[in-house]
């Protein structure tokens, strides 16, 4: 009979099993097969190394987090995540998330779309996009042309929405939205605010 020399210990196995690795990741550390790695693992008593679902997986991922982030969250080796995403299919996301959700949603209620929003956050609009369906947020579809001041500059000359939207080349909804996120009252009629400035006087 031929017997073949083993090529690691039970404690080089026991040791990158508690580190979180599966069964082909051991064996591709120890030079081993797959089989060879299951088999020692069977006899000294080891469950397979299976510590989380693909979809916390998938979770952490939408999340923007990166493999080593992941992996601290989920209590494993980022070696362990690596190979979970690639197996699923998953992109890396290459780097720390920079933004809170708090202030995806601040940029949001300014009006600015995706790639607006990336642009001042300094990442990725794919990732913007991500963050923004798991608030539930819709697409702020169009770019915004005009700036708070310019809105508020012209709303303190008494004009209605309509009037400054044509002013500005914009909806009548979209300078409400604004005007309203800004705490301004409506002229509903632009000459009523006159009539009562000539009173004043």
Not at 89 to 117: A, M
Not at 141 to 155: A, K, N, T, Y
């Amino acid at each position: 009979m031929i017997y073949h020399r083993r090529l690691f210990t039970d404690q080089q196995l026991i040791e990158l099993y508690e580190q979180g690795f599966v069964d082909r990741e051991i064996g591709e550390k120890l030079g081993a097969h797959v089989s060879t790695v299951g088999r020692h693992r069977r006899r000294l008593g080891l469950e397979i190394n299976r510590v989380f679902t693909d979809k916390q997986l998938f979770d952490l991922h939408d999340q923007g987090l990166n493999d080593k982030e992941m992996a601290e969250k989920l209590g494993v080796h980022f070696h362990t995540v690596w190979h979970g995403r690639r197996r699923l299919g998953l992109e890396p996301n290459g780097r720390k998330r920079l933004f809170t959700d708090q202030q995806l949603i601040d940029l949001h209620e300014q009006g600015l779309n995706d790639r607006e929003k990336a642009k001042k956050l300094g990442v990725s609009s794919s990732l913007v996009c991500i963050h923004r369906i798991r608030l539930g947020l819709k697409a702020n579809g169009c770019i915004r042309v005009f700036s708070d001041q310019q809105l508020i500059d012209l709303h303190k000359q008494g004009l209605s929405d309509r009037e400054i939207a044509k002013k500005l080349g914009v909806s009548s909804t979209l300078v409400g939205r604004h005007r309203r996120r800004l705490g301004l009252k409506s002229y509903k009629h632009r000459r009523l605010y006159v009539d009562q400035q000539l009173i004043d006087l």
